[in-house]
């Protein structure tokens, strides 16, 4: 059962750059063994609410809360410190180096001391074959490049890679946008395999399709303005693509195509009429 504080809270968030307003009076928290997808359109908000969240920026009003505290991350390291790790769309791996290398890129295990210390091969070799198994990829070769893998498996190589090294928050920027439906669903699979592990997931994403099947809680960005947090239960897939999608502003589109559809039936009818008597008179 998920603990009802939150792990990690927005609180009144607001970011400008200058005089634009990227997000403005933002707030939404993200619990333990649920996920939260945060869901809008291009120039919503998203990428720059993660950058806020994963210490890229820090918010020019309003404030971060983990488990209740106020904190401020002052760089990205402070964040990944703090337990929350982001996965971004370039995955942060080189594809022509090896997968056990990446999967420990920056933390590479070692062997040895002084100046005979090298890269332990043989455990990064175990531990990243035990931690693939575990999402079911089975690997030939652990030095195979990145690169061979589908992007489904790339991205749930960099989502076990953020499990591995103790995430509590795992924040995922539209990890399925350049996927096809199996590869998806993959990928899928994985973040609810990391729900059950009790961590808090975010799950940036534009496809109403994939939050619905896999979220907990949704909020929705328009403009860098929130239109709500919503459960599960609350609201439904079409509700959810509506608010997406703009709302009023559709309906006001769809009036003036039905308008601009009577006038033209209108037009298209007097010149029938009008054809028809020429003929007539002739």
Same mark, same amino acid.
């Given at each position: ?83 929350? %790790?982001? #996965?971004?769309? +370039? ?6 180096? /090896?997968? !056990? ?6 933390? *590479? ?101 994939? %939050?619905? #099947?896999?979220? +907990? ?6 403009? /860098?303005? !929130? ?6 239960? *609350? ?48």
């Amino acid at each position: 059962m998920a603990n009802d504080t939150p792990l990690m809270e927005a609180r009144g968030v607001s970011k400008y750059f200058g005089r634009v307003i990227a997000l403005e009076d933002i707030s939404m928290d993200v619990k333990a063994g649920q996920v939260t997808c945060l869901l809008g359109d291009n120039g919503a908000g998203k990428s720059t609410l993660i950058k806020i969240f994963s210490g890229v920026h820090q918010p020019t009003k309003g404030a971060m809360a983990l488990d209740g505290e106020e904190v401020r991350f002052d760089s990205p390291r402070d964040a990944i410190d703090r337990g929350i %790790a982001t #996965v971004f769309q +370039d995955l942060a791996m080189i594809p022509l180096m /090896g997968i !056990s290398r990446n999967f420990f890129i920056g933390r *590479e295990p070692t062997t040895g001391v002084g100046p005979f210390k090298r890269f332990d091969v043989k455990k990064a070799d175990r531990i990243t074959r035990e931690e693939l198994d575990k999402i079911g990829i089975t690997l030939r070769d652990t030095t195979q490049p990145v690169s061979t893998l589908s992007g489904g498996e790339r991205q749930s190589v960099a989502i076990a890679r953020a499990v591995y090294f103790g995430a509590k928050i795992l924040i995922l920027d539209e990890p399925t946008s350049a996927l096809g439906v199996k590869q998806s669903a993959m990928v899928l699979r994985y973040i609810n395999r990391t729900r059950q592990q009790g961590i808090g997931v975010v799950f940036i994403t534009h496809s109403v399709h994939h %939050a619905y #099947v896999i979220g +907990d809680r949704y909020t929705v960005l328009s403009h /860098g303005h !929130s239109l709500g947090s919503y459960e599960k239960g *609350e609201v439904s897939m079409a509700e959810l693509e509506k608010l997406m999608a703009g709302g009023k502003e559709l309906e006001k589109l769809e009036d003036e195509l039905q308008g601009s559809g009577a006038t033209n039936g209108a037009s298209n009818e007097a010149a029938r009429s009008e054809g028809s008597t020429s003929e007539t008179v002739g």
